[in-house]
């Protein structure tokens, strides 16, 4: 039932069938897989901002780029307990903390995320970084703190990166996908459609994701966020369509993901998000900022929540049914 062997033809196929014919099939996947009105909720926290030495065109904390971030060093542990116990009280069980580097370099800011990781997981939430580039020593170590999962973006096809990134390439991206495999942590990754890639791209992505050895446990989906002072500040919203699309192809090639309808909800409708939880999306990041650009609060989805009868999915429910 579960398949790595999809071929590109085969996800074109899905992607572009009648927009209404591709949700019914994605919600009637979604329903066999899982609970269609369980949606997990994650919290980000930028531990780190700004002033990364990577040349990704979508991203407000490039050096190189001139946009309105402020350049925050490294956080302090307590800070970081207090923002995740906030998180937890107000309905998030997973909390995902991101810092703007190319990698993670072997020094006392690693062991300073170690020791925010070992906190956040005695609060009993599931404790995600997003770090960049790390090699195997390094995701052992994260592990070993009580890391749950490991986002990192694959975020368009191998043909459009570098259109989009000159400072590393798809292959460095894969490598750590391997790493964080390896030291049997969850693997959180997808991508962003709006920079200007061509549908190809979309299922290009779509297909290296759904033909890697074990499917990532998240995917998430996001609409770029264009930010002024980027190189893609001016690009145009992407339609309600593209993201049901994108994510209703996610959930049909790969069934027991958590797809993420991520960055990008702001502009959108309470509707346009119901057609995104019927096309399969069923995790969403909540609080009034990802890392640097807003994002719909927590009363504003709370009140989602309650028209669409939806309820939030609790930790490590994963783990809970590999034990029982
Ligand atoms: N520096 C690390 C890295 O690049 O892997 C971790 C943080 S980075 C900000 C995490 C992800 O945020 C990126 O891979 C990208 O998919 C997403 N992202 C960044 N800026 C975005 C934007 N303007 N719109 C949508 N997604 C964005
Ligand atoms: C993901 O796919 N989206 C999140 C999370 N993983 C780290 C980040 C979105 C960032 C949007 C731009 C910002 O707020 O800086
Ligand atoms: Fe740096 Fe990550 Fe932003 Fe790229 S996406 S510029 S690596 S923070």
């Not at 937890?88 to 800011?109: H, I, L, P, Q, Y």
């Not at 019927?278 to 719909?296: C, H, Q, R, V, Y």
Request: net charge negative.
């Amino acid at each position: 039932m579960i398949r790595n062997n999809w071929t590109r033809e085969e996800i074109a196929e899905i992607y572009n069938a009648p927009v209404l014919e591709l949700i019914y099939r994605a919600a009637t996947v979604h329903r066999q897989h899982h609970d269609a009105q369980e949606v997990q909720v994650c919290t980000l926290l930028s531990v780190k901002t700004g002033g990364c030495p990577e040349d990704c065109a979508y991203c407000p904390q490039a050096a190189r780029y001139h946009t309105d971030v402020k350049v925050h060093k490294l956080m302090e542990v307590e800070e970081v307990m207090q923002k995740a116990i906030e998180a937890k009280e107000t309905g998030s069980t997973r909390f995902c903390m991101g810092a703007a580097w190319r990698e993670v370099r072997d020094n006392k800011d690693f062991d300073k995320v170690l020791d925010m990781v070992k906190g956040v997981s005695t609060l009993g939430m599931e404790v995600c970084c997003t770090l960049g580039m790390l090699s195997n020593e390094q995701a052992e170590k994260l592990k070993a703190a009580g890391l749950y999962a490991y986002n990192h973006n694959l975020d368009t096809s191998e043909e459009f990166y570098g259109d989009i990134i000159s400072t590393r390439t798809y292959k460095d991206r894969l490598d750590t996908l391997e790493h964080v495999r390896k030291a049997k942590i969850s693997v959180c990754s997808g991508g962003i459609i709006g920079m200007g890639e061509g549908e190809g791209d979309r299922i290009g992505m779509l297909l290296t994701l759904a033909t890697l050895p074990e499917h990532p446990e998240s995917v998430p989906v996001n609409a770029l966020v264009p930010v002024e002072g980027t190189p893609l500040e001016d690009q145009e919203k992407v339609s309600v369509w593209e993201m049901v699309r994108m994510i209703a192809t996610a959930r049909i090639i790969m069934p027991r993901a958590m797809v993420r309808l991520s960055a990008g909800r702001v502009r959108m409708t309470l509707e346009e998000q119901a057609l995104c939880f019927m096309a399969g999306a069923n995790s969403i990041f909540a609080g009034d900022k990802l890392l640097t650009t807003p994002n719909p609060g927590t009363i504003l989805d709370q009140a989602m929540f309650q028209v669409l009868n939806l309820r939030p999915r609790q930790a490590y429910k994963n783990l809970e049914k590999v034990s029982a």
